[in-house]
């Protein structure tokens, strides 16, 4: 619904096709699981919602959508769900709000009782800062976020971002955090490095377990930089990475790996060769 004809699907069709394309990806691919993904409340009626709430809890799959990103969506939402009481309770309605896996977009401008509610039922918060800063949508409270014990972590947004860099994100959070601190609240410090940069790793890592963190048990998830170019030699290990997150490319990576396999390697001729 509210989107164009040929964005449109009728809905039992799209239920359907949905359920069919988890069954074709269970068990096909080694590091990649499904999403339901209701675009959001605006464009999915309730037929489809209850639905998804139900294939979610049958095939076990987190969630993920949007949250009070902007003033007009919100009231949107209202009127489009005058019994929910809430954008929040728009999904909890349905399931689809923390009965499995769940993480939310921007979450900018969330009442008090909607961050109870993604705390009570352990609903993350995907901080998208240059999505924001792009749409004009807000100046998300960050550091609400995590005091109020909501799990955080950082997204590139494409759609609204200009760049996937994880590293991007990270500095336009620090950016970001100051601005809410210089407009909106004086006594809200703005996130130091160290702060953001774990948003950017074992924050938004946590959604899918143990992830984002060398700490013993933790998935080898990791990127090697060589990081020559930026001059550190002689830095201090948190000048370095400052450094690497304000000013590395992705042409300073290396290697990467994940959960312990080695997926790209520069230095390996087979995958110079496969990039030329």
Known sequence: RNSPPDLCEKTEASIEDTELWIQECTGRYQNIRPILTPRFVP??????????????????????????ENHSEIEWVRSLCPGAGSYANAYARWGLFGDTPTVMAHCIHCTDDELDLMRV?????????????????????????????????????????SSLSIFRATAQAIQNSKLY????????????????????????????GKVGSFASGFAFDAIIIDDTRLRSSGLSPEQRLERVVMLSEDRDITAKFAAGRLIFDRGNPAWQSARA
Not at 43 to 68: F, I, K, T, W
Not at 181 to 208: H, M, N, Q
Request: glycine share 12%; with cysteine.
């Open 181 to 208: 601190r210089a407009v909106i609240d004086s006594d809200c410090p703005p996130l130091t490095l160290a702060e953001a940069f774990y948003l950017a790793t074992k924050g938004g890592g946590a959604f899918w």
């Open 43 to 68: 464009s999915c009626s309730d037929v489809l919602m209850n639905a998804l709430g139900r294939l979610a809890e049958r095939y076990q799959l987190p969630v993920q959508s949007h949250l009070c």
């Open 121 to 161: 039922n352990g609903v993350f918060a995907a901080h998208c800062p240059e999505s924001n800063m792009n749409l004009s949508s807000g100046i998300a409270p960050v550091r609400k976020l995590l005091q109020s014990g909501i799990p955080t972590g950082l997204g590139t947004d494409i759609a609204g971002g």
